[in-house]
């Protein structure tokens, strides 16, 4: 009897590990289809290497750098903890968060991704909030710039300053919505003690400035060149979708949704496909797209930008990652901020004729 309740138990068993080590190979798998992928593909993803490059140092570099080193030294200052005891009567009711949240929302707005997600894990990691409340700042401060929605998106590819305005406009909007609607998660959990005091981070002064700055700069690189590993990755995978005709497959899944809002032109499907990969590529497919209703290309650019993108979600998780912060809140945060972000703007071309560029 006992050897057959062994041998039971051994067949019962072999399907787990089994299951198990499928879900171990996934991962291998697909970076061995990325390496094979670089090869047989390799003249067109060098081309797409090269933009990425390009895109990084010409966009990125210049306009995020300075923003790292100033958060970067900002956080060894009192600045956080003054917001904190001005804004918390604000912060608390509305958002259920810190009043040093503010300075994350605000940073995070001016900014652009990926800051407001390194500001919230240097708060966890300085346990000035809970675990809840980083969540719920995640979903809603880390957003895209003035600077690329102003000046690449609405004057580089659209060409008018208009669009720019109006999509940063709808942006911050939704922005405050996803806020508003994540103050109810989690909403069991116990809030944090407003600590207005400094956390262990140390505070700048005359005698360690020197030091101060080194550390600042040094963190700052750091994370402008992770972020430029992901712009050149993310723009060869979307060169290789591209040669397999994946990015093809893809949109053909999102046909029959932007069927439903009437818009049937393919190569609208195809371009939010890319864009919900890697942001900037997509919106700029998007903008060239000819159209005499060109409140679609706005509409879903307001979409791609409130989203951020796979590109982005993993940059924040790369972040995050060394915080027990859940990914999970960012990602439907982002999406319901893409979603609040596209109704907003048709809202405003509907109701602001100086919005309504149609031909």
């Not at 490059?53 to 958060?71: D, I």
């Not at 895209?144 to 999509?167: A, C, D, E, K, W």
């Not at 591209?242 to 932007?258: M, Q, R």
């Amino acid at each position: 009897m006992k050897s057959i309740c062994n041998t039971s138990s051994k067949i019962y068993v072999k399907p787990k590990i089994c299951c198990f080590s499928m879900k171990k190979l996934i991962l291998p798998i697909c970076f061995c289809l990325f390496a094979v992928g670089l090869v047989v593909f390799s003249k067109s993803n060098l081309a797409a290497s090269k933009e990425g490059l390009t895109l990084w140092a010409s966009h990125v570099v210049p306009s995020l750098l300075p923003f790292f080193m100033a958060t970067e030294l900002l956080s060894h200052t009192d600045l956080i903890y003054t917001l904190g005891r001005i804004l918390n009567p604000i912060m608390r009711p509305i958002f259920r968060v810190p009043g040093h949240g503010a300075y994350a929302l605000i940073m995070g707005i001016i900014s652009g991704y990926p800051v407001g997600a390194k500001i919230v894990t240097q708060f966890r990691e300085n346990h000035l909030c809970t675990k809840a409340e980083a969540e719920r700042l995640l979903a809603f401060t880390n957003n895209s710039g003035p600077l690329f929605i102003i000046g690449t998106v609405g004057i580089s590819l659209f060409g008018n300053h208009l669009v720019g305005l109006l999509l940063f406009v709808t942006h911050i909007l939704s922005c405050f919505t996803v806020g508003f609607l994540f103050r109810f998660w989690k909403r069991k959990e116990k809030a944090s003690e407003n600590s207005f005091s400094t956390s262990n981070t140390e505070i700048v002064s005359f005698s360690n400035l020197g030091e101060v700055l080194s550390q600042s700069i040094f963190s700052a690189v750091k994370s402008v060149i992770m972020i430029g590993g992901f712009v050149v990755l993310f723009s060869v995978i979307l060169s290789i979708l591209s040669d397999t005709h994946f990015l093809t497959l893809g949109s053909k899944l999102l046909s029959p949704i932007l069927n439903l809002f009437g818009i049937s032109d393919g190569r609208f499907s195809t371009a939010l496909f890319a864009g919900m990969i890697e942001l900037t590529n997509g919106v700029k497919q998007i903008s060239m797209i000819s159209c005499r209703a060109i409140s679609i290309n706005i509409i879903l650019s307001a979409f791609l930008l409130g989203f951020g993108g796979i590109s982005v979600l993993l940059q924040v998780y790369s972040i995050t990652s060394k915080t027990d912060i859940s990914i999970k809140a960012y990602f439907i945060g982002k999406l319901l901020q893409g979603i609040f972000a596209a109704i907003y703007t048709f809202l405003f071309i509907m109701w602001f004729p100086i919005f309504n560029l149609n031909l």
